[in-house]
């Protein structure tokens, strides 16, 4: 009996194919699925891995960036020697530990032993640092030979460091060590001598909440060096002997696994839509890669990029700068570093708001890339501050081309909101050797060239010469030398000048002269001096020296008033007519008994706050002068607006008064201005007896000048104080 098959069904055929096709379909997708999400993890946590090394490098590179601020100092060095416990443990160690969160400080001598122990918080006895020693002596060590093999040089010595990570306690660490050594050459210290400073700080709880806060990582902890539960998502803690002292792991973010569970139920729960269920996971997946790539990428993006411009930042220029170089040394080239800063960019953000600020930073950008090439790289340092890559220059006449573009664009005003601002700027500009340049000193010529174009006038460009080396190096020697003369009060000195009533015979007051008897360069001009020390920030510390100098010489004296001359830039501090009265009041001087004398400089420059320090200073009952009326360009209006008390004519104007018309009649014109305003005014420079006959026979208010008395040291004037207003012969017989 012959059993006959029968074919199977068509539709058992297309079910089986079908179901083959979908099973075959699902599968592939899955394993695609799979496979994105395997490599969405991994880079997850490649990224995890990367910004764990870096936050533990950041901690590092902190720890020593702390330590520095107190083992560069010249007082470390002067209490560490004299063993001075109560300054130590105030300033190198409770006060690391109290501010910087630093667990362990020790200060040891040059002989390596222990001065100073801090344990979280505590000053201990120094001995306790034999406890630490065996892991903290090597590194020493190796500070020990940096500086031995620095033949004594004072700048190795200050940038020498080692760091470490070591096993203190058990526990894995963070170790540093530094040299103390002084910040300036008021402190000697003689090579070999150095004390060190060293500081730990634990890879604790602490410190890893710190990383995990800053990039995101759950769970970041420490695991000890003999531990069973080592993972992928470890970092071992190795030190530079190759011993590993620990690990610290962290719960690893699973992005791609985490959207496989979400999205499982719906799979389990919709067998029969697998295809659309499959496709739905496909291109959730490939957007969860995407997103993960724009925050990669923008990331990176912003790491090397300014966010307000789009243009390169520091770290981007700098390697821009090493490539260029690179490249000129190659093809037998030369490259021209820009340096570019806007002038008086404070004034725009002070009167304008910041918002304008930020607006005239990005049109600046704007229009320094339009006036590139583009090989050339235009960066922004930050601030108003700007830096320019020229590659491929033949000479500096290039460069200087390139500028005088930059300053024509310039020239054009800038539109910010409804304001309309002209803005200048400076540029400083350095052209690489024709081999060999390095980067930094580069960069450090390019920034001497910009310094030089701001004190020149603005507006400008200016090469780097090979002397500007010199004269910046002689500014900060006379700087230093300046510092040391307001310290030591031996050099600079003030003489006093008289001041005679109308009548030319009674004295109602004196100016106070500043003079400095420098050892080398004699008897610097004051004006180079007020000069030098605006320039360097100075002005505050030099002003304030002779405003107590005078204060302190009138207070004791029967003279009724002194005048002193004041730089527009104390002017230009709101804290000025505080401090003067605190400092009349420590002196014993009535502020009637002081007179400020200014420059026609402050009134045109209409600033809101030196307007608001001269008012307080007039309300506080101190006389307001302006001095050498006449040469400048201040208007009626001005003199009216600041309340000025008193003129006093340049010495320019009466020296000519006796045989030029001309300078007789606007003599006469600006006392006859100064009464019609209520004005008292001094003439100065009375030189001849035509002189004084001419301002009396125009009454003019008081007279100073040699023909009346030369400026005379205290003790000369207070004599004469002390006699009586004299006849003009005897007063002039000093001379």
């Known amino acids: 009996m012959v059993v006959q098959s029968h074919p199977r069904p068509l539709t058992f055929q297309v079910t089986l194919t079908v179901l083959a096709l979908a099973v075959l379909g699902l599968g592939l997708a899955a394993g695609f699925g799979l496979l994105a999400t395997l490599q969405v993890d991994r880079t997850a946590f490649d990224t995890q891995r990367t910004f764990l090394v870096n936050g533990l490098k950041e901690e590092a590179q902190a720890l020593q960036r702390e330590q520095e601020s107190v083992a560069v100092w010249d007082d470390a060095v002067t209490y560490a020697k004299s063993g001075n416990q109560q300054w130590m443990t105030e300033n190198l160690g409770a006060w690391m530990y109290a501010y910087y969160g630093h667990d362990r400080v020790y200060v040891l001598d040059d002989h390596d032993q222990p001065v100073h122990a801090m ?30 093999g620095s033949a ?21 660490a963070m170790l540093s060590v530094m040299p103390l050594v002084p910040s300036s050459d008021r402190v000697a210290q003689s090579p070999g001598s150095e004390f060190v400073h060293v500081t730990v700080q634990f890879i604790d709880d602490a410190l890893t909440d710190r990383i995990a806060r800053r990039y995101q990582l759950k769970n970041l902890h420490v695991l000890p060096r003999l531990t069973q539960t080592i993972t992928d998502a470890t970092v071992p803690l190795i030190g530079t002997n190759g011993v590993i002292l620990g690990y610290v792991g962290w719960e690893q973010a699973r992005p791609g696994a985490s959207l496989v569970r979400e999205a499982a139920p719906a799979l389990f729960g919709a067998i029969a839509i697998s295809a659309a269920i499959l496709i739905y996971l496909l291109r959730r997946l490939r957007r969860a890669s995407g997103q993960l790539q724009i925050s990669q990428d923008k990331a990176r993006y912003l790491a090397f990029h300014d966010t307000l411009t789009g243009l390169p930042n520091r770290a981007l220029f ?23 800063d806007l002038d008086r960019f404070k004034h725009i953000n002070d009167t304008l708001g910041h918002p304008a600020g930020d607006e005239l930073v990005r049109q600046t950008a704007v229009r320094l890339v339009q006036s590139v090439r583009e090989i050339d790289t235009v960066a922004r340092l930050g601030g108003d501050e700007f830096a320019i890559i020229l590659s491929g220059v033949k000479d500096a006449r290039n460069a200087e081309d390139f500028c005088d573009i930059v300053l024509a664009q310039f020239s054009i005003p800038f539109q910010l909101a409804d304001d309309q601002v002209f803005v200048s700027t400076s540029i400083g500009i350095a052209l690489s050797p024709d081999v060999g340049a390095d980067p930094d000193d580069l960069l450090r010529k390019a920034d001497i060239a910009l310094y030089e174009a701001k004190k020149n006038g603005r507006g400008r460009y200016q090469v780097f010469a090979g002397d500007m080396d010199e004269i910046l190096l002689r500014k900060r ?29 009674t004295i109602v007051g004196a100016e106070a002269l500043l003079r400095w008897a420098h050892p080398i360069h004699a008897a610097l001009p004051p004006g180079n001096l007020v000069a030098l020390a605006e320039e360097r920030g100075m002005i505050g510390l030099l002003g304030d020296y002779v405003l107590r100098q005078a204060a302190r010489f009138a207070a004791t004296s029967t003279l009724p008033w002194v005048a002193v001359n004041v730089s527009p830039l104390q002017l230009r501090d709101k804290s000025f007519p505080e401090r003067l009265a605190r400092l009349l009041e420590e002196c014993g001087l009535t502020p009637s008994r002081l007179q400020l004398e200014i420059t026609e400089s402050v009134l045109l420059a209409n600033n809101d706050t030196t ?20 040469t400048g360009y201040s208007a009626i209006s001005y003199l009216r607006h600041h309340r000025i008390d008193k003129l006093k004519i340049d010495r320019s104007f009466i020296q000519t008064i006796g045989n030029d018309a001309s300078a007789a009649a606007i003599v006469k014109a600006l006392v006859d201005l100064a009464l019609a305003l209520d004005i008292r005014v001094t003439a100065e420079g009375v030189e001849t007896e035509a002189q004084k006959d001419r301002l009396m026979a125009m009454h003019c ?32 017989s000093r001379d």
């Not at 006379?478 to 030319?504: H, N, V």
Request: proline share 5%; with cysteine; net charge negative.
């Open 318 to 340: 700098e390697d821009r700068l090493r490539r260029a170089l690179v490249n000129a040394d190659r093809d037998k080239g030369r490259v021209a570093l820009l340096y570019v």
């Open 119 to 148: 344990r979280d918080g505590q000053t201990l006895q120094p001995q306790v640092f034999s406890e630490d020693q065996n892991a903290i002596l090597p590194v020493v060590g190796r500070i020990r030979q940096l500086l031995a």
């Open 611 to 630: 307007r608001s320090v001269l008012g307080a200073l007039r309300a506080a009952g101190i006389v307001v002068a302006l001095d050498d009326f006449g």
């Open 152 to 172: 004594g040089s004072e700048d190795t010595a200050s940038k020498a460091a080692a760091e470490d990570l070591v096993t203190i306690g058990d526990r894995p």
């Open 701 to 732: 208010d008081e007279f100073q000048g040699y023909l009346l008395s030369p400026p005379l040291e205290a003790a000369e004037l207070s004599a004469v104080l002390a006699g009586g207003a004299q006849p003009l012969q005897m007063v002039r």
């Open 477 to 505: 020697r006379i700087e230093s030398e300046l510092r040391e003369a307001l310290t030591s009060g031996d050099q600079i000195r003030l003489t006093y000048q008289p001041i005679y009533a109308g009548d030319c015979q």
